[in-house]
């Protein structure tokens, strides 16, 4: 009986032999994704992406819409030397032109930087919260620039042909030009920031549905063919098969 009990207790579990050859506790871990939180960033990748490119098209944009109004927005009038916005005289409209780009040229540069710092942020509330945000200003900044793109038009068809006219007209045209095309990069900004949202909140409730199954599920045995020395799978739980079932105060004599 004694050599019966050594035995029982000496029986282990095999272990799965690793890639290697040598014995391991399981597979060896794989790399991360790039989604998951902590993954490496790969810059040609990151440099790439569709949102990496519509923000930096939005970004070169913007320079192209304030830039001009700020060189030669401003001309000469012809009773005095007080300068004049060249969209019909309208110095708010200037002013709402400068101010809507050089908000757009900010914003382009944080979410970028964002972006590059998005994998190193490991909440799931953080995360959602730089979604939404994303969501939300780009968004705001599509309607913007549509506004910004109907006022500048409306005041430059105001506006009475003249020598200093003719000479800032290149600029006026540019930054309505790249006010129609702002529209369009910034909607797209928008689209990708409502994708990356919906994207997020499907793996969340996946992430969800799979864990609260997995909780009600017993430990799986070692599939067949997996490596493992052996064909049965591990049912009982360890140090139970050296359980005394004699009672108490019992020993067995010895002859």
């Known amino acids: 009986?004694?050599?019966?009990?050594?035995?029982?207790?000496?029986?282990?579990?095999?272990r799965a032999r690793g890639p290697s050859g040598g014995r391991g506790l399981g597979p060896a871990p794989?790399?991360?994704?790039?989604?998951?939180?902590?993954a490496a960033l790969d810059p040609v990748s990151?440099?790439?992406?569709?949102?990496?490119?519509?923000?930096?098209?939005?970004?070169?944009?913007?320079?192209?819409?304030?830039?001009?109004?700020?060189?030669e927005g401003y001309v000469?009038?012809?009773?005095?030397?007080?300068?004049?916005?060249?969209?019909?005289?309208?110095?708010?409209?200037?002013?709402?032109?400068?101010?809507?780009?050089?908000?757009?040229?900010?914003?382009?540069?944080?979410?970028l930087f964002l972006d590059v710092r998005f994998q190193q942020i490991s909440s799931v509330r953080d995360r959602r919260r730089a979604?939404?945000?994303?969501?939300?200003?780009s968004g705001l900044w599509s309607f913007l620039w549509f506004v910004g793109f109907c006022f500048l038009t409306n005041q430059w068809q105001r506006t009475a042909p003249g020598p200093a006219t003719t000479q800032a007209g290149d600029a006026a045209r540019a930054a309505i030009t790249f006010s129609f095309?702002?529209?369009?990069?910034?909607?797209?900004?928008?689209?990708?920031?409502?994708?990356?949202?919906?994207?997020?909140?499907?793996?969340?409730?996946?992430?969800?549905?799979?864990?609260?199954?997995g909780a009600s599920q017993a430990y799986p045995g070692y599939p067949v063919g997996s490596g493992v020395e052996g064909t049965e799978t591990?049912?009982?739980?360890?140090?139970?098969?050296?359980?005394?079932?004699?009672?108490?105060?019992?020993q067995v004599p010895a002859y």
Do not use: H
């Open 1 to 14: 009986m004694g050599s019966g009990r050594g035995g029982a207790r000496g029986r282990t579990r095999p």
């Open 46 to 71: 990151f440099a790439r992406r569709p949102q990496t490119l519509l923000r930096v098209a939005s970004w070169v944009f913007s320079i192209a819409v304030f830039g001009p109004i700020v060189n």
């Open 181 to 213: 095309f702002s529209i369009l990069s910034w909607v797209a900004l928008t689209v990708k920031a409502l994708q990356r949202f919906r994207l997020g909140t499907d793996m969340s409730l996946f992430a969800t549905e799979q864990l609260s199954a």
């Open 131 to 137: 979604v939404l945000l994303d969501l939300g200003f």
């Open 76 to 111: 000469n009038t012809d009773s005095g030397p007080e300068l004049r916005c060249v969209f019909n005289g309208n110095a708010g409209a200037c002013r709402f032109g400068v101010a809507l780009g050089l908000g757009a040229f900010l914003a382009c540069a944080a979410f």
């Open 234 to 250: 591990y049912q009982s739980p360890p140090f139970t098969e050296t359980l005394d079932t004699s009672p108490k105060g019992y």
């Open 30 to 38: 794989s790399r991360a994704s790039p989604g998951r939180a902590g």
